[in-house]
T-cell receptor, first 113, second 111 residues
Framework: NAGVTQTPKFQVLKTGQSMTLQCAQD?????MYWYRQDPGMGLRLIYY???????DKGEVPNGYNVSRLNKREFSLRLESAAPSQTSVYFC????????????FGSGTQLSVL | TQLLEQSPQFLSIQEGENLTVYCNSS?????LQWYRQEPGEGPVLLVT?????EVKKLKRLTFQFGDARKDSSLHITAAQTGDTGLYLC???????????FGAGTQVVVTP
């Protein structure tokens, strides 16, 4: 029972490079989320998808794009990475739209030099 | 500015001692959750509280939701080394139904 799977686990980018973080869940959840976690800041919502085919901005969406590929998969793309995007990124899913009872992946440590 | 303020930021205790961590806000929450996060892993949900004044117990952990639904506390009795982790509170408000997280309390329990 994998739950929420994120790839890659670690990534180093140079400023201006692009990359996509992948996320998949096998719990048949409707809603999926991308968070970033920075020291002293807690988890901040970047984007979310309440259901397949919909995406919406969270608290800190600038510099990111997302795609809800199907019910299982939700990807996060950095088009032109900046040092301010150095962070740990978490994907999460929940059964309903309310954002309660989140199940998290194990995170991606991203460093932008 | 964090919507949810957690205190203390860091807590180090010895095995067998008790501890309490707090989560406070000026906003009213429709529900509040507590998560524990271990190094290199994502947060794992411990409990959800929805009613003002509610108390929930999970083995040695006791969670309380304030009467006005603006604050919460987590009390651990006779802490064990396995309780070490980052404890995060998160709440939803009626105005924005998505979870908002506090910055967390890092708890270290030493043998």
């Amino acid at each position: 029972n994998a739950g929420v799977t994120q790839t890659p686990k670690f990534q180093v980018l140079k400023t201006g490079q692009s990359m996509t973080l992948q996320c998949a869940q096998d719990m048949n959840h409707n809603s999926m989320y991308w968070y970033r976690q920075d020291p002293g800041m807690g988890l901040r919502l970047i984007y979310y998808s309440a259901s397949e085919g919909t995406t919406d901005k969270g608290e800190v969406p600038n510099g990111y794009n997302v795609s809800r590929l199907n019910k299982r998969e939700f990807s996060l793309r950095l088009e032109s990475a900046a040092p301010s995007q150095t962070s740990v990124y978490f994907c999460a899913s929940s059964l309903d739209r309310g954002g309660e009872k989140l199940f998290f992946g194990s995170g991606t440590q991203l460093s932008v030099l | 500015t964090q919507l949810l303020e957690q205190s203390p930021q860091f807590l180090s205790i010895q095995e067998g001692e008790n501890l309490t961590v707090y989560c406070n806000s000026s906003s009213v929450f429709s529900s509040l959750q507590w998560y524990r996060q271990e190094p290199g892993e994502g947060p794992v949900l411990l409990v959800t509280v929805v009613t003002g004044g509610e108390v929930k117990k999970l083995k040695r952990l006791t969670f309380q939701f304030g009467d006005a639904r603006k604050d919460s506390s987590l009390h651990i009795t006779a802490a064990q080394t396995g309780d070490t982790g980052l404890y995060l509170c998160a709440g939803t408000t009626d105005s924005w139904g998505k979870l908002q997280f506090g910055a967390g309390t890092q708890v270290v329990v030493t043998p």
